[in-house]
């Protein structure tokens, strides 16, 4: 994966995000990447204090099989969809892999594997059907306030 580190001089700069999709997206010192088609398989990352293991590990098993995939379901089992609104933000900077402000169709795919090591991906109907119940505004990707509304629905 390629890292390039973007500062800003005064006005936001417009830079492009994987090839040309997101030209003219603003953003604020901030690292992003442009990842190749075949992107590496993702850390676990941490929900340490914001969800417990156990129901982490239960709603995991809740979607094992391929398109068995809910993200209410999930977001209720795993316990996210009863945490505060600051707590489902903690989450939502989890699972946005690529620290763009937002949740790509690349990084929802992944979005099990956020959870834990070993999950699977998500099916690309799975995929396709999360980000059009999270993506309000229609721009293609689930931003942090969009995020806390699906999961708080």
């Not at 995000?17 to 997206?25: H, I, K, P, T």
């Not at 992944?110 to 309000?136: I, P, S």
Request: glycine share 10%.
């Amino acid at each position: 994966m390629l890292r390039l580190q973007t500062s800003v001089n005064g006005v936001a700069g417009r830079y492009i995000r994987r090839g040309c999709e997101a030209l003219g997206q603003h953003l604020s010192s901030t690292w992003f990447s442009l990842a190749s088609t075949q992107r590496k398989k993702i850390e676990k990352m941490s929900f340490a204090g914001v969800l417990a293991d156990a129901d982490v590990k239960a709603a995991l098993a809740g979607c094992a099989a391929a398109d068995s995939f809910s993200y209410k379901t999930f977001f209720k089992a795993c316990g996210l969809a009863a945490k505060s609104h600051e707590e489902v933000k903690k989450a939502f900077f989890v699972i946005d892999q690529d620290q763009s402000g937002f949740i790509e169709e690349d990084e929802l795919k992944l979005f099990l594997q956020t959870f834990g090591a070993g999950a699977r991906e998500l099916t690309a109907a799975e995929t396709k059907a999360f980000l059009a119940a999270g993506d309000v505004d229609g721009d293609g990707m689930i931003g942090v306030d969009e995020f806390v509304t699906l999961v708080k629905a």
